[in-house]
């Protein structure tokens, strides 16, 4: 019996009281409040279910279990753990006494099925014309930041997006915890370290990006900028590493990009802040703004903005060029509403056309100029 079937079989015996949660695909995230109190997230709406642990020390058994699986450690001097479970699914948990009231388990569930762009037209998160603009912008090159809020979608768009970039590309994909899962043969994933109780065996996102800088990617993909490896990633967009795509917490492309400037000045190289602002305004061509909708739970592209560098006042100029426009409900209460073009052409219109991808223009041709 390998290491993994033993694994499986004894997560299964730990995690049965939410074993049918997990096996419900419906159920996107499941929220453990302390052993007696658990939530889901299906539909994109959140749901008091009935099930429950024997006891906190069940739960706490159930994490621990999660923990030795991935080779890192929880305990009260390291009270959180970020993991993964086999088939993929991100697991978070933070126990006593940073945790008040009991052990706190959250995982987001990994979907089965890798969602396309083709998908999220079909569940109304963006439009066909909104799709192709897209990919055509990775084709391009383009750098492009996800921005959104916590289980906006942000990963499952930017998974969708990186379908477009082509399969003779060799992809460097950079996670905190692995979970991307790209369709092209030629890529290769790396996932940060944590470490033990005395810091040994720490490799993180930073320290890894470095490194990918030196194994000759064409694209890197990094899952998640939280910290100091922001400055290193906008540093490689603007010296010969364009077409990155990364995701970032924020509430509008504006605020993305404020956040971004944040995070480099979180590293260890002492840079002024404008020449950090500088930098992110040369490095970022595109900011897509994803929302989940309490409404009706579904999750949309709000915004599809370019970044237009800075303005005499050494303020970042932005501009719209798809816009989410509500326009009621329907009779079942979900969201009427359409991801359009504000009529506004990007920069850099011509681009298709100069490196022949005139091909790949049906819907979006308003955005282009030859």
């Known amino acids: 019996m390998s290491r993994q079937a033993i694994f499986e079989a004894s997560l299964a015996f730990f995690l049965e009281p939410i074993g049918p949660l997990l096996a419900d695909d419906s159920v996107t995230e499941i929220m453990v409040n302390g052993h007696d109190d658990v939530y889901i997230e299906r539909h994109g709406k959140l749901e008091r279910t009935d099930r429950r642990f024997a006891s906190e020390d069940a739960l706490r058994t159930a994490v621990h279990n999660i923990a030795q699986w991935v080779g890192r450690e929880i305990h009260e001097e390291k009270p959180v753990l970020d993991a993964r479970l086999p088939d993929g699914s991100r697991v978070h948990a933070i126990i006593p006494p940073s945790a008040r009231g009991g052990t706190c388990l959250t995982i987001r569930k990994f979907a089965r099925q890798t969602l396309t762009l083709e998908d999220m037209v079909g569940f109304g998160t963006l439009s066909p014309v909104a799709q192709e603009f897209l990919e055509i912008c990775v084709r391009l090159h383009k750098n492009i930041l996800i921005s959104g809020g916590t289980g906006s979608g942000k990963t499952c768009l930017l998974g969708a997006m990186t379908r477009a970039i082509p399969e003779v590309e060799r992809i460097v994909v950079i996670e905190d915890t692995s979970e991307l899962r790209l369709i092209q043969e030629h890529c290769l994933y790396l996932e940060a370290q944590h470490g033990d109780a005395t810091g040994r065996g720490i490799l993180t996102v930073r320290q890894l990006f470095v490194n990918s800088l030196r194994m000759r990617p064409d694209r890197i993909i990094v899952g998640e900028v939280r910290s100091g490896e922001a400055l290193d990633l906008v540093q490689s967009m603007i010296s010969g590493h364009a077409g990155s795509l990364s995701t970032i917490h924020a509430n509008t492309p504006h605020d993305a990009l404020v956040r971004l400037e944040t995070l480099s000045l979180m590293s260890d190289v002492e840079i002024p802040i404008h020449v950090a602002r500088a ?27 370019e970044a237009c560098g800075l303005d005499s006042n050494g303020h970042y100029i932005t501009k719209d060029l798809f816009a989410l426009r509500l326009a009621g409900k329907q009779a079942d209460g979900r969201l009427i509403a359409e991801l359009a073009p504000t009529g506004t052409l990007p920069t850099f219109a011509h681009e298709p056309y100069e490196q022949a991808l005139e091909d790949r223009v049906q819907y979006s041709g308003a955005l282009w100029s030859k």
């Open 279 to 305: 930098q992110v305004a040369s490095a970022i061509h595109l900011i897509v703004q994803i929302a989940r909708f309490s409404e009706d739970g579904s999750r949309k592209i709000t915004r599809i903005t």
